[in-house]
């Protein structure tokens, strides 16, 4: 597979079409209007400046990138593809509209796979008609950076597929592909999205201050990041997307999104995307 599209130029698409891009694929990316394409391609631009700047690409190469990459609002540019990957907002309705559109206009062998992280994958494959040739491939933030990808099967994806999708995220991204059924959270966010909540509760009950709690999990596990920044970082309104979700599929009621997190979201305070979460930016 070296034709690849990518539904979606916010951050995820972005990163994912760069990713594909910098492996020597010939990228597409779709967006609903120009100037949302535009700013797509400059991301994809901002992030191999930083990968320049930060002696991981050469100017040669991330111009070459970029070479490879194209943006476009109309969904015939994608007849070609050999594999589409969708990363568009986690409405339920919208990745069924956008998966039917994309089975109307590309090849009957083509993968469509979607990045979502929190939708059952089986709900946007049912609005085609090759659910079997459909996948979630679930990459992470930042995606340059962060090497996994979970590899999600429905109950109807045949084995080929799969095995396609996998074989393009180890050997040509060079990502770590894990492979996990169709369930809420998968693998990374089952454990993760808890956690974050979690959190969020011992700040809110006044248990411990947001910057303590941070520097625990930092000091004290090695994580990179402590869970409020990393919240701001992933958005509170994705965060308690994947929240609710969890708790839609398991009913569990330590997996209920904390008050705390929905009303931040009501506030607008999503995090460093709107420059005020649990920190201001
Ligand atoms: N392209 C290539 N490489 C880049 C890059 C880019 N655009 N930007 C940074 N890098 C490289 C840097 O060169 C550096 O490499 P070395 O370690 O080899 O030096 C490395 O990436 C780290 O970059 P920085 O030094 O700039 O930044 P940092 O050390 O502060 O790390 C971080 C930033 C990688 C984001 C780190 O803080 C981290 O790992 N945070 C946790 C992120 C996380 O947990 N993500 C998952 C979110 S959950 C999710 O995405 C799923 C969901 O569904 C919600």
């Not at 062998?109 to 089986?122: C, E, G, H, K, Y």
């Not at 049912?126 to 109950?155: C, D, Q, W, Y």
């Not at 411990?208 to 004290?220: F, L, P, R, T």
Request: with cysteine; glycine share 8%.
């Amino acid at each position: 597979m070296q034709k690849i599209g990518v539904i979606g130029g916010g951050t995820m698409g972005a990163g994912i079409a760069e990713v594909c891009a910098k492996a020597g694929s010939d990228v597409v990316i779709l967006e609903v209007k120009q100037e949302y394409a535009d700013a797509a391609r400059q991301r994809v631009e901002k992030s191999l400046a930083k990968a320049v700047a930060k002696n991981k690409l050469s100017q040669d190469d991330a111009d070459a990138t970029l070479g490879r990459l194209r943006v476009t609002t109309d969904y015939a540019d994608l007849g070609d593809r050999e594999l589409v990957i969708e990363a568009a907002p986690e409405i339920e309705s919208l990745k069924q509209e956008i998966f039917t559109q994309l089975d109307a206009v590309v090849g009957d062998d083509t993968i469509l796979a979607t990045n979502t992280s929190s939708i059952p994958v089986i709900k946007v494959a049912t609005a085609t008609k090759r659910p079997e040739r459909v996948v979630g491939v679930h990459f992470f933030n930042p995606v340059p950076v962060m090497p996994l990808v979970e590899i999600i099967s429905t109950l109807v994806t045949n084995d080929e597929t799969a095995d396609a999708v996998t074989s393009y995220v180890r050997d040509t991204l060079g990502k770590t592909a894990v492979r996990a059924g169709d369930r809420s959270g998968f693998i990374v966010n089952a454990l993760l999205i808890p956690y974050l909540c979690q959190a969020i509760r011992m700040l809110d009950s006044g248990y411990a201050s947001a910057e303590d709690i941070d520097a625990a999990m930092k000091g004290g596990c090695g994580y990179p990041m402590g869970p409020l920044t990393l919240i701001d970082t992933i958005g509170l309104d994705i965060t308690l997307a994947a929240a609710e979700s969890l708790y839609a599929e398991f009913a569990e009621p330590h997996l209920a999104p904390p008050a705390l997190l929905r009303r931040m979201v009501d506030a607008g305070q999503l995090g460093r995307k709107s420059g005020r979460g649990f920190y201001s930016y």
